[in-house]
Nanobody
Framework: QVQLAESGGGQVQAGGSLRLSCAAS????????MGWFRQAPGKEREFVAG?????YYTDSVKGRFSISRDNAKNTVYLQLNSLKPDDMGVYYC?????????????????WGQGTQVTVSS
């Protein structure tokens, strides 16, 4: 099993940046497909980015967000640039030994507690 803990959320103005961290314990992040999801109030949880052999992004964040992995720190990062109010929500880190569809939350076995991102216009 792997335990995940997100951090780095906060409140920024539109156009600002944040870096989210997902620290893993119990197993190494290399063993998993790692994903970032977000959930806004009243909306379903949606896929943002993932990484295993290479990064993968949903269309709405391409060119603005960047996912990376530091194996030495056993941590996955999500760099959020050019933030928009539509990017607001609770951001969750997730892990799975394998995924067929990055976008499907049900394919992930392990989840963190989430970190809040607020973007003011």
């Amino acid at each position: 099993q792997v335990q995940l803990a997100e951090s780095g959320g906060g409140q920024v103005q539109a156009g600002g940046s944040l870096r989210l961290s997902c620290a893993a314990s119990g197993r190494t992040v290399n063993d998993y497909y790692m994903g970032w999801f977000r959930q806004a109030p009243g909306k379903e949880r949606e896929f943002v980015a993932g990484i295993h052999y290479s990064p993968y992004y949903t269309d709405s964040v391409k060119g603005r967000f960047s996912i990376s992995r530091d194996n030495a720190k056993n941590t996955v990062y999500l760099q959020l640039n050019s933030l928009k109010p539509d990017d607001m929500g609770v951001y969750y880190c997730a892990a799975s030994p394998s995924v067929r569809h990055w976008h499907t939350p049900g394919e992930y076995d392990y989840w963190g507690q989430g970190t809040q991102v607020t973007v003011s216009s």
